[in-house]
């Protein structure tokens, strides 16, 4: 085999492998990480694993082709300079956040933008995104609301009745007095 054969083959296992990340996330983040040291890498990268996101420095040609047709196409235009792409599979509000977090601690490290759902969302908007209530957090908030509303309708029927109970006791108490 030659040597050029080798590298486009083991090009497109990359791009195959992205493009299987890509059209998997809910989330591709795209990050400036220039001048951050292997040790803050290895620290990103353990930080956002721990949060079930992948992340990944790759080509802008081979990425561009990862995405291309896929969910995430709408980055494909937005692929320039040096970028670390982190892919979110679960929730994209969480890896916003351990994004955003991190931009916050380091001087080195932020955030370009992102491709949710196939719509493009600038570094702005996924900091907004990464103040919203992950999606834990809304189904305790949601199941606390549908808790409290059989509650409420049983302490009403109960007081209720209490109140029934404590007229009856008086006009039984009354009617033995007379």
Same mark, same amino acid.
């Given at each position: 085999? +030659?040597?050029? @054969?080798v590298q486009r083959a083991q090009k497109n296992e990359i791009i195959e492998k992205l493009r299987a990340r890509a059209d998997r996330a809910?989330?591709?983040?795209?990050?400036?990480?220039?001048?951050?040291?292997? +040790?803050?890498? @290895?620290?990103l990268r353990s930080k956002l694993r721990a949060a079930g996101i992948d992340y990944q420095v790759v080509k802008n040609t081979l990425a561009r082709l990862a995405v291309k047709n896929g969910v995430h196409d709408a980055l494909k235009?937005?692929?320039?300079?040096n970028n670390g792409i982190a892919f979110g599979y679960e929730d994209p509000v969480v890896a916003a956040k351990v994004l955003v977090d991190y931009a916050k601690t380091s001087k080195k490290f932020s955030?370009?933008?992102a491709c949710l759902s196939g719509k493009i969302i600038d570094a702005a908007g996924v900091a907004e995104?990464?103040?919203l209530p992950s999606k834990p957090e809304l189904l305790a908030m949601t199941l606390g609301t549908m808790n409290a509303v059989p509650?409420?309708?049983?302490?009403?029927f109960a007081n209720v009745i209490r109140g029934a109970l404590y007229?009856?006791?008086a006009i039984k108490e009354k009617k033995e007095a007379a």
């Open positions: 085999m +030659e040597v050029g @054969t809910g989330i591709v983040v795209v990050t400036d990480f220039r001048g951050m040291t292997v +040790e803050e890498l @290895t620290e235009d937005h692929l320039i300079e955030v370009k933008l995104l990464s103040k509650t409420n309708f049983v302490s009403l007229a009856l006791t």
